[in-house]
């Protein structure tokens, strides 16, 4: 009796049978194997419709911060693409950067003025003239967008569009909810500032 290593073995009685396809051959399988690409096109295809869908040409001109109720607007236009100071129940941000405490401006019964409101807008204004140097025809036009609570105080808006003309912001454009958007769309859907 020959000596063989030990291991799994079919018994000789299948080992000549059809069900193991006559003799059991212990040559290599072949390694030909193909890449299903048909599940990543699809993959692919569903993730340019969903950026697709995504993308805004014109970017984002309004952030809706969870911590601001907008007012009500029943007429208003599109507001446009301007630095935006959001006026919240806690605290006053420009463009993402905290520059005061409502508190403190509440209890602050001296200037009608916020510095470090006035100071942060005049960098953003530094920032268009040097980005619009080359462009002698484009004029500073000192638009600002103001995103107001509707449960702030009017002598802190007040404060706040005092800042924005001293800066050199003139041209205030106040975010309200239009209406009909509200009324027309699902919750949970952003609606256009006006």
């Not at 006559?22 to 290599?28: D, F, I, Y």
């Not at 530094?126 to 702030?152: C, L």
């Amino acid at each position: 009796m020959p000596i063989v290593t030990p291991g799994k073995r079919p018994s000789p009685r299948f080992e000549k049978s059809k069900i193991l396809g006559g003799k059991m051959s212990r040559a290599h399988k072949p390694t030909n194997t193909e890449l299903n690409v048909v599940p990543m096109v699809d993959m692919f295809v569903m993730l340019v419709i969903f950026l697709l869908q995504s993308f805004s040409a014109t970017g984002e001109v309004l952030y809706m911060q969870k911590d601001i109720k907008l007012p009500d607007a029943r007429h208003g236009q599109m507001i446009e693409v301007a630095p935006v100071v959001a006026v919240s129940a806690d605290q006053v941000v420009v463009t993402g950067v905290k520059v005061a405490d409502i508190r403190e401006l509440d209890s602050d019964s001296g200037y009608l003025n916020i510095p470090a409101l006035e100071e942060r807008l005049r960098d953003e204004k530094k920032r268009w003239e040097f980005i619009h140097q080359s462009d002698p025809d484009k004029k500073w036009d000192g638009v600002v967008n103001i995103q107001a609570d509707k449960g702030v105080p009017f002598r802190i808006v007040k404060r706040v569009m005092y800042s924005c003309g001293v800066a050199g912001y003139f041209n205030v454009n106040f975010a309200a909810l239009d209406v009909g958007t509200i009324a027309a769309a699902p919750s949970g859907t952003p609606t256009p500032g006006i």
